[in-house]
């Protein structure tokens, strides 16, 4: 048994979708989320400067006493999550990667779309992931332009979101893709939009946000650090930006909570 928080981090609002995963998953577990909001979106950035803030991240929530942190971030994975579990190899440190293997086990088109940022879509990571699940799967990589500020920016719900949905997704309606999987955090967000411009399509939307629940559940049960059923579960927000993005995420995360089934 272990009362103390397991600690989330991505780039910004992103990974919010996973902490609601965990929030529902495991009711008491208290979670101490970290968003940058300073070096945010990470997407276009150098790898080394991508790995700089991720250590900067995990150091923070290390100090704010955590059992575990859940890098609920895509791209943060891809450029640090080695060198993290290398230098805190006493703590589970778990990552997330774009769903590209249960996509393609269940394709019946052998065709899908993976999008995410072009620095996650241009990382070995991917490509060994692609490389080993993908195979007679023809995977097609977008990236999705403009959808991590319009979230940070609290637009996801404006006409501006729907266009620059529509321009990312509709041209892939005229390929056979069956599934296109969410391979960033902050893309759960935009998914209303994604589902509009699918239509009554047969095209199934895949992210990674509960099976890395379901993971972070068996990692405190293997280490027997979960916390007691009858914790009462705290959740704290921090970043590295200022307090107004602060409350942002606070506020974000209590209507995330309000809306059940949003995401
Ligand atoms: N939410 C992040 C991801 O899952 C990164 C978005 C960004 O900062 O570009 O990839």
């Known amino acids: 048994m272990n009362n103390s928080p397991i600690g989330v981090y991505d780039s910004g609002f992103g990974g ?12 008491s577990e208290s979670l101490v989320y970290l968003g940058d909001g300073k070096n945010c979106p990470y997407g276009g950035r ?35 999550v080695g060198a993290l579990r290398e230098h805190w190899s006493d703590m589970p440190i778990v990552g997330l990667e774009p769903a590209v293997k249960p996509a393609c ?17 241009a990382s ?3 490509l060994a992931t692609a490389m080993r699940y993908a195979e007679g799967v023809d995977v097609v990589k977008v990236v999705g332009e403009g959808f991590v500020e319009l979230v940070e920016e609290d637009r996801e719900e404006s006409d501006e ?14 390929s056979s893709i069956d599934k296109i999987v969410l391979g960033c955090t902050h893309y759960p967000f935009l998914k209303p939009h994604i589902r509009e411009v699918i239509g009554d399509r047969d095209i199934e939307i895949i992210d990674s946000g509960e099976a890395v629940a379901r993971r972070v559940k068996w990692l405190l ?5 979960a916390a007691a059923e009858d914790n009462v579960a705290e959740c704290r927000f921090l970043s590295f930006a200022d307090e107004d993005y602060r ?11 309000a809306h059940g089934d949003a995401l």
């Not at 919010?16 to 009711?27: G, I």
């Not at 049960?221 to 650090?225: G, K, L, N």
């Open 16 to 27: 919010l979708s996973v902490w609601r995963e965990l929030r529902r998953m495991l009711p």
């Open 46 to 80: 150098r790898r080394e400067d991508i790995e700089r803030f991720a250590f900067a991240a995990v150091e923070r929530l290390v100090a704010e006493g955590v059992k575990m942190v859940v890098v609920g971030c895509n791209t943060a994975t891809t450029a640090a």
């Open 105 to 121: 086990l269940t394709s019946r088109t052998r065709r899908i779309a993976v999008l995410a940022t072009k620095h996650s879509l």
């Open 124 to 126: 070995d990571m991917f």
């Open 161 to 174: 979101a729907m266009a620059a949905v529509r321009h990312v997704i509709e041209p892939l309606m005229d």
């Open 221 to 225: 049960e293997r280490y027997d650090i």
């Open 247 to 257: 409350r942002r995420l606070e506020y974000k995360a209590s209507k995330i909570l």
